[in-house]
């Protein structure tokens, strides 16, 4: 019997030897789909139909690996990469902002000059310089010139004030942190709590008059950045310092999953993983125009889209502040052919009223996050776009995945035919979002149509798969998954649920853990209810999301006790605004007079959420906050009428 199998394998590979392996291969593939259409004709339809998807993804994903091999050969970082761009054309528009052209070189130049500057203040390799920084073409060149003498930045959350911007300088451990002036007085409020070792420098948005005396004068505690580049010449250019492709590049705080923000580590190779994802699947080439009115501060419009310019010679155009009603004559305006949104982005958009600039421009591809099924088709074609490139990742994690092929409502897909070839995957999870184990300890792949959490496979060395992690180690921790398909593996788990249908498509169905999404931004419960907490005498608070008809993601509703009436509503509204950004003070307040003991306050927020803000159902007092007076007002049944139709806005 033995004997008999042995000799069938040497035939087999003789004949293989001698027909060549193409041969072989092709044999075999014909076997194989014999055999498929006899025993699995379902799978031969389903591998049939998502073929050409597969295969157009199996191209770009060897494009991206091409060029981070052959960066990581280089080993350069982005100045240097940036570098190669600007030699390519110098002259060529690398942002657009309001009527501010910069060129390639221009940016470059600045960049120099922001390397003399620091270099002259005597920052050693590896320092840590924060920016505080709005949209503007001169965030980006601030964090190269940075980068130039391998130094990090972290980009801080220019929404953040009080306690929450405290932590972020900390928890980077910034030694310097460049704010800009629109932020003075956040600055003010805090100064004193920072460390005396944290270098504060303002910088003033106008343009450089080189040679200038004025300016960051005597008796100024803070230096004034903008002055010292003028009075600095540009660095001569040289290759950037520091740890090369793989080394740490930037810090963007993202809210995980539980309590304040976390610095994510992004490297030069994570940005040109992350770019070219998008650049290469979207369909997009240097020619392209891309507009970008999102925060330069988190990884989609700092990273993605500031990426299309710096590493594919893309023009960007960038915007101080989302405008729904500019958004396509803006388009229009910078001549844009590709344009970035967040999901909350659309359904404005789509709110406003018809008018020519919705097919006068000339975008053929939009990408973004979280664009909702549900206004995905209205939306192509109302302003007649050719292709949405859908796509998600974390911003700390080590996957992402892109819509190639426009499917409405997929977030990105996985290969039904070869699975394995990229490192992600949807596992099974309990009602924690723990994942399930089968009986050797292994996580357990979720079937078509089963909700189960995101999680791409880790492995070091390869970009597409490395995990950076947070600067915090044990938060880092905290985002691994052990022991997922084999003993000793590990992979990054997400805490997003989703779920694929039969042909591998991806949709976003629901987040676990304390958090939830609102504004774009995600709102970490724990540092809600530590703010609501530390401003209201330390009562205990309850904070979660909840839905509301026609908006996006969840209203933030706070749960509070107050047994004594003596809590202070307007003091509450006040003081949460200094202590919070505008997106994650609480929308709602329900105010209980005492706590039902059972089960702690927190392991209710399920049932809390389920009542949500309706006065029909909740007996508790029920407020909601007028954005315009900041006080929370009273919401009757009336009030809640006019929430769930839109005539009070949130
Ligand atoms: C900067 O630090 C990196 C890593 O710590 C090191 O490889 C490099 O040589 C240093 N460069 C200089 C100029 O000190
Ligand atoms: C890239 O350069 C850095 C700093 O010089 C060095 O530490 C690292 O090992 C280099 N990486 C590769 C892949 O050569
Ligand atoms: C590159 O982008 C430009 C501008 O959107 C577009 O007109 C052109 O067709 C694209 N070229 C290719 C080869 O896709
Ligand atoms: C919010 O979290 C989700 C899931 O972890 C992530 O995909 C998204 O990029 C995050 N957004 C921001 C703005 O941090």
Request: include cysteine; proline fraction near 6%; aromatic fraction near 10%.
């Amino acid at each position: 019997m033995l004997l008999a199998a042995a000799s069938v394998a040497a035939a087999y590979l003789a004949t293989s030897l001698y027909f060549g392996i193409f041969n072989t291969f092709l044999v075999s593939l014909t076997l194989l789909l014999l055999y498929g259409i006899v025993f699995h004709p379902r799978w031969v339809y389903v591998a049939a139909k998502t073929a050409p998807r597969d295969i157009r993804a199996v191209g770009c994903y060897i494009k991206i690996l091409w060029l981070t091999r052959q960066l990581t050969k280089k080993n350069w970082t982005m100045p240097d990469i940036f570098h190669d761009t600007v030699k390519r054309h110098p002259d060529k528009p690398c942002f657009l902002f309001h009527d501010e052209v910069w060129t390639f070189k221009q940016v470059e130049d600045f960049s120099l000059r922001v390397t003399a500057v620091l270099k002259a203040q005597g920052y050693k390799n590896g320092s840590v310089v924060g920016l505080l920084v709005n949209n503007s073409p001169q965030l980006p060149a601030l964090w190269l010139g940075n980068a130039r003498l391998g130094h990090v930045t972290p980009l801080i959350n220019t929404n953040q004030r009080g306690s929450a911007l405290i932590h972020s300088i900390n928890v980077a451990k910034c030694d310097v942190v460049i704010y800009s002036d629109e932020f003075q007085s956040a600055i003010q409020d805090i100064a004193k709590d920072l460390s005396p070792s944290v270098k504060l420098f303002k910088f003033s948005h106008r343009p450089l008059n080189p040679g200038s005396k004025a300016g960051g004068g005597v008796g100024d505690q803070v230096e004034d950045f903008t002055s010292l580049l003028e009075k600095t010449a540009p660095a001569p250019w040289t290759l950037a310092d520091g740890e090369g492709f793989h080394g740490k590049l930037m810090y963007i705080y993202t809210s995980g999953t539980t309590g304040l923000p976390k610095a994510a580590v992004i490297s030069s190779s994570r940005m040109v993983f992350m770019a070219s994802g998008i650049h290469y699947l979207g369909g997009l080439n240097s020619s392209d125009i891309v507009y970008c009115p999102l925060p330069l501060y988190h990884t989609a419009g700092g990273i993605i889209s500031v990426g299309q310019a710096f590493i594919f010679g893309c023009t960007v155009a960038l915007k101080p502040k989302f405008s729904a009603s500019q958004y396509f004559p803006d388009c229009i305006k910078y001549k844009a052919t590709v344009a970035h949104y967040i999901g909350e982005m659309c359904r404005y958009v789509l709110a406003t009223p018809p008018s020519p600039a919705d097919t006068q421009h000339s975008v053929r591809v939009v990408y973004g996050n979280g664009m909702r099924p549900q206004i995905w088709n209205e939306f192509v074609k109302r302003f007649n776009i050719q292709h949405v490139a859908e796509f998600y990742g974390a911003t700390e994690g080590n996957a992402n995945i892109v819509n190639i092929d426009g499917k409405p409502g997929a977030i990105g897909f996985v290969s039904r035919i070869i699975p394995q070839v990229y490192p992600i995957a949807i596992i099974k999870v309990d009602q924690q979002g723990e994942p399930v184990r089968d009986s050797q300890g292994l996580c357990q792949l979720a079937e078509a149509e089963e909700p189960g959490v995101f999680i791409g496979k880790i492995s070091p060395n390869n970009p597409a798969r490395a995990f950076l992690g947070y600067v915090d180690k044990a938060a880092s921790e905290k985002k691994l998954v052990r022991d997922v398909f084999k003993h000793g593996d590990s992979a990054f788990i997400s805490g997003d649920i989703i779920v694929s249908d039969e042909f591998g498509y991806l949709y976003f169905k629901d987040r676990t853990g304390d958090t939830f999404r609102w504004r774009g931004e995600n709102v970490s419960t724990t540092e809600v209810e530590a703010a609501v907490s530390r401003q209201a005498a330390h009562r205990d608070a309850a904070v979660y999301g909840v839905l509301v008809p026609n908006t996006e993601g969840r209203a933030g509703m706070c749960g509070i006790v107050d047994e004594d009436n003596s809590l202070d509503l307007d003091k509450l509204a006040s003081d949460l605004a200094k202590d919070l950004p505008a997106y994650a003070r609480p929308i709602f307040l329900r105010v209980m007079p005492k706590l039902d003991m059972t089960g702690t306050f927190k392991m209710k927020k399920t049932d809390l959420q389920k009542e949500g803000f309706d006065p029909n159902i909740v007996k508790d007092k029920l407020y909601y906050l007028d954005a315009k007076l900041n006080r929370y007002l009273p919401l009757g049944p009336q009030e809640y009428e006019k929430i769930n139709n839109g005539q009070i806005r949130l």
